[in-house]
Every structure is written in structure tokens, then in C-alpha cells.
């Protein structure tokens, strides 16, 4: 098993930034990838980013795409969101999840972390 836990959510003004960290501990030797998702009031939860843990190679949705930055600290089993230039439609509650391999879904989720951007 592996855990998660989400730290770095606050209240921003648009235009400000904020890091998100993640916390991986237990198997974290079993993680291929980690991603960032996001989840508004009445909405469905959305990809933001990801990063395959050997490799490095990252994603990130259009949405974000110029404004956030998701990076990995192998040392400490740690992964960043970096986001600038934040707006009041990123307001939501931002999840870390991990999986095990590229075949599956993700497996393990953190409780999420409140981000909310005021105008």
C-alpha cells in the first residue's frame, strides 16, 4: 500500500501562486506514475497533471498548461504542483493519486487539499 498526503492549499488572490506537495510513504517503490486532480463544487473531478516517477516526462491539461508545473523529489518520495497565475475557476480541492502500473487506474489517493482563488 502506499500513502498519500496532501499538504500547501490555501486562499490566494487571482494572479498569485501556491505549491502543493504530495507525501508518498509505504510501497512507494511500486509507483510508476503520479498525477494531481482537481474537483469543484457540482463538477467532476478533472486531470490536471502527471509525472512518471522513473522517467520524469510530465503532462499537464490545457488548462493549466503555461501556469502550473508538476515535478518530483525522488529523495523524499515527494511531488509538486507549482501553480502561478492562479484564477477563481482553479478553486476546488486538488488530489494527489498514484498508480502502480501504466495498464491500471489510479490506485491510491490522498483526502485532498482546498484551493481557493478569490477575484
Known amino acids: 500500500q502506499v500513502q498519500l498526503v496532501e499538504s500547501g492549499g490555501g486562499l490566494v488572490q487571482a494572479g498569485g501562486s501556491l505549491r502543493l506537495s504530495c507525501a508518498a510513504s509505504?510501497?512507494?517503490?511500486?509507483?510508476?506514475?503520479m498525477g494531481w486532480f482537481r474537483q469543484a463544487p457540482g463538477k467532476e473531478r478533472q486531470f490536471v497533471a502527471h509525472?512518471?516517477?522513473?522517467?520524469?516526462?510530465?503532462l499537464h491539461a490545457d488548462s493549466v498548461k503555461g501556469r502550473f508545473t508538476i515535478s518530483r523529489d525522488n529523495a523524499k518520495d515527494t511531488v509538486y504542483l507549482q501553480m502561478n497565475s492562479l484564477k477563481p475557476e482553479d478553486t476546488a480541492v486538488y488530489f494527489c493519486?498514484?498508480?502502480?502500473?501504466?495498464?491500471?487506474?489510479?490506485?491510491?489517493w490522498g483526502q485532498g487539499t482546498q484551493v481557493t482563488v478569490s477575484s
Open positions: 509505504g510501497r512507494t517503490f511500486s509507483i510508476y506514475r
Open positions: 493519486a498514484g498508480k502502480s502500473s501504466p495498464l491500471n487506474g489510479y490506485d491510491y
Open positions: 509525472i512518471t516517477w522513473s522517467s520524469g516526462s510530465t
